[in-house]
């Protein structure tokens, strides 16, 4: 069975600065993907980035990018200029690639852009 | 283009009271669909996930139980309440892999 662990329960940074969440999780699998998801105060789940773990180049979308290390099992999401709209929570998730498309979440953390 | 449906967004029901939640998608055929419950302070667990019609598959054992009785339809339900099944469930549905769209949710108590 495949974790997630999400270390920094909460988190906060001024508004215009760069903030780093951690990610790290355990599986025995080869193939898999890895997703940051963003849930802002409307509870709607947000995909913000998604990595494919054969990929060795790191994901990058807009103001968000990735830090992928495979044999660390690390993942974390770096978000760059912050922004009043990226205070959300923030959760790290884990696929395999068996086309069942299940995922297996951590616990989130919350970030908050101070103005 | 395809969008989720999924109601009511907020229910309070009594210990031992029945619930059925429904999700309905639309513009797509066939898709994988999936509930996820979010506990307070905590991630998001599934529950359960569809491949077709009558096709459930259960993740965790507890006191819900899941139907599919159309392709585009997914139903929670639970013939008695639980204090324990208060938190907040998201339907879920893929039909490209490795991309997954979320309701907007529906927030339980049960008090």
């Known amino acids: 069975a495949q974790t997630v662990t999400q270390s920094q329960p909460e988190m906060s940074v001024q508004e215009a600065e760069t903030v780093t969440l951690s990610c790290t999780y355990d599986t025995s699998e080869n193939n898999y993907y890895l997703f940051w998801y963003k849930q802002p105060p409307s509870r709607q789940m947000i995909l913000v980035i998604r990595?494919?773990?054969?990929?060795?180049q790191n994901a990058t979308e807009n103001r968000f990018s990735v830090n992928f290390q495979k044999a660390a099992k690390s993942f974390s999401l770096k978000i760059s200029d912050s922004q009043l709209g990226d205070t959300a929570m923030y959760f790290c998730?884990?696929?395999?690639?068996?086309?069942?498309?299940?995922?297996?979440f951590g616990t989130g953390t919350r970030l908050t852009i101070i103005p | 283009s395809q969008t989720i449906h999924q109601w009511p967004a907020t229910l309070v029901q009594p210990v031992g009271s029945p619930l059925s939640l429904e999700c309905t998608v639309e513009g797509t055929s066939n898709p994988n669909l999936y509930w996820y419950r979010q506990a307070a302070g905590r991630g998001l667990q599934l529950l359960f996930y569809?491949?077709?019609?009558?096709?459930i598959s259960s993740e965790v054992p507890q006191n819900l139980s899941a139907s599919r009785p159309q392709d585009r339809q997914f139903i929670l339900s639970s013939k008695k309440l639980l204090l324990s099944d208060s938190g907040f469930y998201l339907c879920?549905?893929?039909?490209?892999?490795?991309?997954?769209?979320f309701g907007q949710g529906t927030r339980l108590t049960v008090v």
């Open positions: 879920a549905w893929s039909d490209i892999p490795v991309m997954t769209f």
């Open positions: 998730a884990f696929m395999k690639h068996d086309g069942n498309e299940k995922l297996t």
């Open positions: 569809s491949v077709g019609i009558g096709q």
């Open positions: 990595q494919e773990a054969y990929k060795q």
